[in-house]
């Protein structure tokens, strides 16, 4: 993935257009294994899950990529005009996921070398909007995609199955 630099990224097939940067996380979860011969002290460790997701910060941003990142917004029709409503009891991995691509940008274009590439199968976008009007502020739009495992496997030619979480190279 190189030590440096920017990427490119991709949510349910619309690009997300410039970026100020991207973090990707992902961790296991472990819960300790005890007995009463040695009271708190572990003998050993279970692994319970694992979470990803990815923080976007998008710069220079259109409507039609707030549209896509934003879970309940529509551009009216006619109109240059992005409607935002209230999502009270939607289900994120049901309604609102897709496919986030994130891809090493190198010399100035997206690697099509699929080890430059993480996908996260199910991701569900959560836009977190603090916008300044100064003269020294840059707006970004931040967004928290969390990852969710595949419920069902890919379509061809998709290649993950049920439970697949991320993947590095996927598509190659």
């Avoid at 259109?62 to 999502?87: D, Y």
Wanted: proline fraction near 4%; hydrophobic fraction near 40%; charge should be negative.
């Amino acid at each position: 993935m190189g030590d440096l630099g920017p990427c490119a990224v991709s949510f349910k097939g619309t690009s997300l257009g410039s970026n100020l940067s991207v973090s990707f996380t992902y961790a296991e979860d472990t819960a300790d294994v005890k007995t009463a011969a040695t009271g708190t002290t572990p003998i050993d460790k279970i692994y319970t899950g694992s979470s990803c997701g990815a923080v976007v910060q998008m710069t220079q941003s259109t409507l039609e990529q707030l549209e896509a990142v934003f879970p309940n917004a529509s551009i009216a029709s006619g109109t240059s005009e992005l409607m935002v409503s209230t999502g009270v009891g939607d289900a994120m991995v049901a309604e609102k996921s897709g496919k986030l691509v994130i891809t090493r940008v190198k010399n100035g274009a997206a690697s099509t070398d699929a080890a430059q590439t993480i996908t996260i199968f199910v991701a569900a976008p959560q836009p977190n909007i603090n916008w300044t009007f100064d003269d020294s502020s840059q707006r970004v739009a931040e967004v928290t995609f969390v990852g969710f495992p595949a419920q069902e496997d890919g379509d061809s030619p998709d290649t993950y199955s049920a439970g697949d979480l991320w993947a590095i190279g996927y598509g190659a």
